[in-house]
T-cell receptor, first 111, second 118 residues
């Protein structure tokens, strides 16, 4: 299975601190994507990193990908209360099984 | 200007009933999906569909059937509902590039339909 697994399952930090979440997967991938899910809402795409890329930035988000270790990390800098949500990584292997999601990291930003 | 919309938002029904969830996207995407999110927030793909092919996750019971009247709609019909079908169902769409099954495009999700089977 290509299922990603996020670590930690839950993370609580103070506003202004940086938050780091990790994702590990099992097989080769075409790309890896990160999504955010606010309570009671659908998932929102944050960033996509291809298998030949090592790092990508988008605003306060920084994503790294290490295909040799089959892992990725999502860093949110200068966290805000509005960043409180669940964060999921999803892998695409290029096959017919589409995106495979991990179980998510629940991030709580304390004001 | 909701991009992917699902109805209803909540659905409470009894075991054995048949129900449908509707999904519409106004993004002009050519591929639509149904995902199931269980109580532990685990998301699992059920179907992906474009105007060429329906791909079914083999673990999905045949009581579940997607129906697409046109490119902008992918409805989910569920027969003989069971307690274990209780979950949140998400519709999503993407513009899959080129041919084949490359998922190099972000998915756009609806806000989900919370199905409770009693």
């Amino acid at each position: 299975s290509q299922q990603g697994e996020e670590d930690p399952q839950a993370l609580s930090i103070q506003e202004g601190e940086n938050a780091t979440m990790n994702c590990s997967y099992k097989t080769s991938i075409n790309n890896l994507q990160w999504y955010r899910q606010n309570s009671g809402r659908g998932l929102v795409h944050l960033i996509l990193i291809r298998s030949n890329e090592r790092e990508k930035h988008s605003g306060r988000l920084r994503v790294t990908l290490d295909t040799s270790k089959k892992s990725s990390s999502l860093l949110i800098t200068a966290s805000r209360a509005a960043d409180t949500a669940s964060y999921f990584c999803a892998t695409a292997g290029g096959g017919a099984d589409g995106l495979t999601f991990g179980k998510g990291t629940h991030l709580i930003i304390q004001p | 200007d909701t991009a992917v919309s699902q109805t209803p938002k909540y659905l409470v029904t009894q075991m054995g009933n048949d129900k449908s969830i509707k999904c519409e996207q106004n993004l002009g995407h050519d591929t639509m999906y149904w995902y199931k999110q269980d109580s532990k927030k685990f998301l699992k793909i059920m179907f992906s569909y474009n105007n060429k092919e329906l791909i079914i996750n083999e673990t999905v019971p045949n009581r579940f059937s997607p129906k697409s009247p046109d490119k902008a709609h992918l409805n989910l019909h569920i027969n003989s509902l069971e307690l274990g079908d209780s979950a949140v169902y998400f519709c999503a769409s993407s513009q899959a590039p080129g041919t084949g099954y490359s998922y190099n495009s972000p998915l756009h999700f609806g806000n989900g339909t919370r199905l409770t089977v009693t």
